[in-house]
């Protein structure tokens, strides 16, 4: 499935659903740290 890589090659729903998931992470270790 192309789908699961981060960067999926002609989807830019992938690169958006990365992003999506960068974002999330990001705010959880945000979270932890603060």
Do not use: V
Not at 7 to 30: S, V
């Amino acid at each position: 499935m192309m789908q699961d890589r981060p960067f999926g090659q002609g989807k830019p729903n992938d690169a958006g659903k990365w992003f999506i998931r960068a974002a999330q992470i990001e705010a959880i270790a945000f979270q932890q740290t603060s």
